[in-house]
């Protein structure tokens, strides 16, 4: 009797010591999908984050054109130029579009968001390890990433709150069935490009994105996240773009053209949506982990300096050079095949800031869902 008590007490621990392995991991797991933020105490408005962002993206500028090995004459930087040279663009027709209460300022700002995403991107491709470089392109990412969720006509929709109009339905089926058509053809694609980890995992991230937005409900806050992941998407098609060699090109999209349908849609949004322009002049919390001052001083007019010359310097690229660099990233080691945050990465929090597609009021993260049972 005394021996059967002494078994039926060892399973019963057991019991608890697995119950108890298990359960932190699954809290964990669920804990995972979702960022909590923690306001710092200070405040920007929409004009101040601008002049923010540009002010990252001086330093940035300066940070790189010093450093030897980020040279803009080789081929394997240039990725990395042409998305600088965008965003700064960008910025100024941001600027710009502010002043006037313009859509522009809008627009502008989304597509600035887009090509950081590229830069992200193809940093990689130049192996750099630059901190000042990389710590610059984040505060610049945190600057954009609060712009485009704080003070966009998205921003002011999901406030709005209620059900989605039959124009905005409507919308985000078009929407929907375009992402479909680019999970068609990335599945083409990675049947070939399984011995270039680098891409492959891009194919992989950009799939599971759009993966999201073809699964999401049809709801304002799923609506408004999927136009903010969008920007994400077009500026990893821009950036993976230079991983894919010229022998799959015929398996592959013409990006510019490509993304033409998804502009469109979004215009729509925009000449439909309403927006109170003294919300730009309101001030929001900036979040602890969302740190917009950069570390070097930079003063205006040297800003400007950096931004004329990124503007206006060429980065353009021979069809020999894209061939080259395709070529070279498939047997580079140092060219990041995941998103872990090494030493070398641009990658961090604000890059999923306003995916809150269930709602719950905190960004959804990246999409990390590991394709589980739900509800388990």
């Not at 322009?277 to 001052?293: A, C, K, L, Y």
């Not at 950096?306 to 580079?332: G, K, L, P, T, Y």
């Not at 597609?357 to 990246?366: Q, S, Y």
Request: aromatic share 6%; glycine share 6%; net charge negative.
């Amino acid at each position: 009797m005394k021996n059967l008590v002494r078994l039926l007490l060892c399973l019963a621990l057991i019991g608890f010591a697995v119950a108890r392995a298990v359960t932190p991991s699954k809290e964990l797991a669920a804990t995972a999908k979702t960022i909590q933020k923690m306001p710092s105490g200070k405040k920007a408005d929409a004009k101040t984050l601008l002049h923010d962002a540009k002010k990252s993206l001086a330093a940035m500028i300066k940070a790189a054109r010093a450093d030897k090995d980020l040279d803009p004459k080789k081929p394997k930087n240039k990725p990395f130029w042409k998305a600088t040279q965008r965003i700064a663009k960008e910025l100024k027709r941001a600027e710009k579009g502010l002043a006037a209460k313009s859509n522009d300022f809008f627009d502008a700002i989304s597509d600035a968001r887009t090509a950081e995403e590229q830069l992200k991107v193809d940093w990689q491709l130049t192996d750099s390890k630059n901190k000042a470089v990389i710590d610059s392109a984040k505060k610049l990412g945190h600057a954009l990433a609060i712009l485009r969720t704080d003070f966009s006509k998205e921003a002011a929709r999901k406030k709005k709150g209620g059900e989605l109009t039959a124009k905005e339905k409507a919308e985000f089926e078009k929407i929907k069935a375009q992402q479909k058509d680019l999970i068609a053809k990335i599945d083409k694609l990675k049947d070939k490009a399984q011995k270039d980890k680098a891409l492959e995992h891009g194919l992989e991230k950009m799939e599971k994105e759009a993966k999201r937005i073809v699964q999401a409900p049809l709801t304002v806050d799923a609506f408004v996240a999927t136009l903010y992941l969008i920007d994400e998407i077009e500026g990893q098609l821009y950036g993976y773009d230079y991983y894919v060699d010229k022998g799959w090109r015929g398996d592959w999209v013409v990006v510019d053209t490509y993304v033409n349908s998804w502009e469109t849609t979004y215009d729509e949004f925009q000449s439909i949506e309403t927006y109170e322009w003294s919300s730009v002049d309101v001030s929001v919390d900036i979040d602890v982990s969302e740190e917009v001052d950069v570390a070097e001083d930079v003063s205006d007019s040297e800003a400007q300096s950096e931004e004329n010359w990124a503007e206006n310097e060429s980065f353009d690229m021979s069809d020999a050079e894209e061939e080259q660099v395709a070529e070279e990233e498939d047997s580079d080691a140092e060219v990041d095949s995941d998103d872990s945050e090494d030493d070398d990465s641009m990658d961090d929090e604000s890059d999923d800031d306003g995916e809150d597609f269930d709602g719950d009021g905190a960004d959804d993260v990246g999409g990390d869902d590991d394709g589980g049972d739900e509800g388990e």
